[in-house]
């Protein structure tokens, strides 16, 4: 195995520290003004997907964290960002790009299929690149085999299609942001606080789903840790039951459009029938790309012109 040199000195949890109390919490999720983000904004001709996961990253590993990864989530002056906590199995680490083999930067798929073939390869569970290269080595943030909540999920792409609640002849998954946002709502839909893809699919597409919280080993079942094992056996019931209902509620109201008087095809004179219409602003999907300018609302887009990149980046030839 060849050299792996520190990005930077991040300070990270040690094998000799204290044991923690737990649960441990192992990211967090931030609203981050795009003002904020202005400053770590790398080169904007970057592809959507790399442009938005190495603006985070930088921005993180400024505040001192290990690293982030975007929730594909914004809101008005504001994108969503997991941020994850240090950990002594987390490591920001260098990779020759001689070592991955049909390296292309500017393919953001092969690029993640690449470090996550490299990371498994040495025996870590998940690799997420920077996106960050000075042309003879990449940076990327891997899991090691110790780090704790991480579960692969085989996703059905129709699962990924109704995460993003569109069609899947309005969707293309194939563009890494569309992809790597409907990974990580399918993994909060099930209780988990991210999602990354493996970037490997057939009908299918792979998930490493990591928790929020680290609850630690279950204790035995002993006469003197029962209040312990009641806990964590609460805990996790607690996470299924939130995890329902916030799946449940993905679907509140979709049929009471249903119970409406029908809609005659030839209306009289006295009737006035009017589109549908939709907020002008709501928090959305990652759909417009951080300029230098001041923050503007983001209007999620209709259906008939769903998500093609970040501002004039198409979809049709993802990369």
């Not at 592809?47 to 929730?71: H, K």
Request: proline share 9%.
């Amino acid at each position: 195995m060849s050299a792996i040199l520190e990005k930077s000195p991040v300070r990270r949890a040690s094998a000799n520290d204290a044991p923690p109390a737990y649960p441990v919490p192992l990211l967090t999720w931030q609203d981050v003004p795009t003002s904020t983000l202005q400053g770590y904004a790398p080169d904007p001709s970057l592809p959507m997907g790399q442009y938005a996961v190495a603006c985070v990253m930088q921005w993180a590993q400024a505040q001192g964290y290990p690293g982030a990864i975007p929730t594909w989530e914004v809101g008005p002056g504001v994108w969503g960002v997991i941020v994850f906590q240090p950990n002594a199995a987390l490591t920001q680490v260098s990779i020759p790009i001689s070592e991955l083999g049909g390296f292309d930067a500017g393919n953001t798929i092969l690029w993640s299929q690449l470090v996550m073939a490299w990371a498994t390869g040495y025996g870590y569970q998940l690799g997420i690149p920077t996106f960050q290269t000075d042309g003879v080595n990449v940076t990327a943030l891997l899991f090691g085999a110790d780090y704790p909540g991480i579960s692969f999920y085989d996703a059905p792409n129709a699962q990924l299609y109704q995460a993003l609640r569109q069609p899947g002849k309005l969707c293309n998954l194939q563009d890494p942001a569309v992809w790597a946002n409907a990974a990580m709502r399918v993994g909060m839909n099930l209780g988990y606080g991210a999602a990354w893809p493996t970037w490997q699919w057939t009908t299918n597409r792979g998930l490493m789903c990591i928790s929020a919280l680290d609850y630690g080993p279950l204790p035995d079942a002993s006469d003197a840790n029962v209040a312990n094992v009641l806990k964590v056996l609460s805990n996790t019931v607690t996470m299924l039951q939130n995890s329902t209902a916030d799946a449940l509620a993905e679907f509140s109201g979709v049929y009471d459009a249903f119970e409406a008087a029908p809609v005659t095809d030839t209306p009289s004179s006295a009737t006035t029938i009017s589109p549908l219409s939709r907020p002008a602003v709501e928090a959305g999907p990652f759909c417009s790309r951080l300029r230098k300018r001041a923050p503007v609302a983001v209007a999620r887009p209709a259906a008939s012109a769903w998500r093609r990149g970040i501002g004039a980046v198409s979809a049709a030839t993802p990369t």
